[in-house]
């Protein structure tokens, strides 16, 4: 005998949304909670010390602008291309689905590879996470925040490859899990629009 | 909250922000006189216009999609 899921298309009585998207709500609620931790202590530690960075100079001398700038660029451009991927799917479009969640892992993969390079200088420089205060909070807010690209692109080349054979069972169910990756997705996009003007600008 | 809201709150704050980094790039400039953060400073402002534009075609195409 087969037990279904409730709830996976139709909208639960009480929440009134499927119960993925009140998951996927639940678990940003606590990621919020895990940044805005980092980020408060971000902005305690940084009132706190007499110069900052410690070394002397400003941040947008430390860290490299025009870097942080272009991987802005291409995380708001994953975002478009994410939702542009999921109104493929309310379209009924696999084949432009397909085209555009690529197109969105292509972007998140471009983002890494410009943080290596950073970092890479960076280290190549002395620079690590206990060098100063300033470093072991870049480290951590972006190397987090890097892990989360990571976990989106698992999430995400999932759905463009194993995953997307659900379209063929059921297209409703398939479409709501690529809106909740793409909420997802546009979470990690919003921490890093935060990031860049507080660490790589003020 | 759909992920049609979620985008549109989305470019709201990244226009927000690319106006915020051109008004930062041309006080660079006035600051340093280099010609590399008026160039990133026209390019901040012309994504804010950029987005702009593409949030409001993003409204028109998905007219038809709940915010729900």
Redesign the interface.
């Known amino acids: 005998m087969e037990t279904a899921i409730p709830h996976l298309v139709e909208p639960h009585p009480v929440t009134g949304i499927p119960n993925g998207k009140f998951g996927i709500w639940l678990f940003l609620a606590s990621e919020v909670m895990l940044f805005g931790a980092l980020f408060s202590s971000y902005v305690l530690i940084r009132v706190g010390a007499p110069h900052w960075p410690p070394e002397g100079g400003l941040s947008s001398e430390v860290l490299n602008v025009p870097l942080g700038t272009f991987n802005t660029a291409v995380l708001i451009t994953s975002s478009i291309t994410m939702v542009l991927a999921w109104a493929s799917c309310k379209m009924g479009s696999l084949p432009k689905f397909k085209l555009w969640m690529a197109a969105t892992v292509g972007l998140a993969l471009v983002f890494l590879v410009v943080k290596y390079f950073e970092y890479s200088d960076k280290f190549h420089h002395g620079h690590f996470p206990s060098h100063d205060n300033f470093y072991g909070i870049y480290f951590v807010l972006t190397g987090l925040h890097g892990l989360h690209i990571v976990g989106g692109i698992v999430v995400n080349t999932y759905l463009l490859t194993f995953g997307s054979k659900l379209w063929n069972v059921d297209r409703e169910w398939f479409t709501n899990r690529v809106e909740n990756a793409g909420l997802y997705w546009h979470f990690v996009d919003l921490v890093w629009i935060f990031l860049f003007p507080s660490l790589y600008l003020l | 909250?759909?992920?049609?809201a979620?985008?549109v709150f989305?470019v709201v704050?990244?226009t927000l922000?690319a106006l915020?980094?051109g008004g930062?790039a041309v006080a660079?400039y006035q600051r340093t006189g280099r010609g590399?953060a008026l160039l990133?400073g026209i390019?901040g402002f012309a994504?804010a216009a950029a987005?702009v534009w593409?949030g409001l075609w993003?409204l028109r195409?998905?007219k038809n999609?709940s915010f729900?």
């Open positions: 909250m759909s992920l049609k979620f985008h989305f704050i990244s922000c915020g980094f930062w660079d590399s990133l390019l994504a987005l593409y993003f195409k998905l999609v729900l």
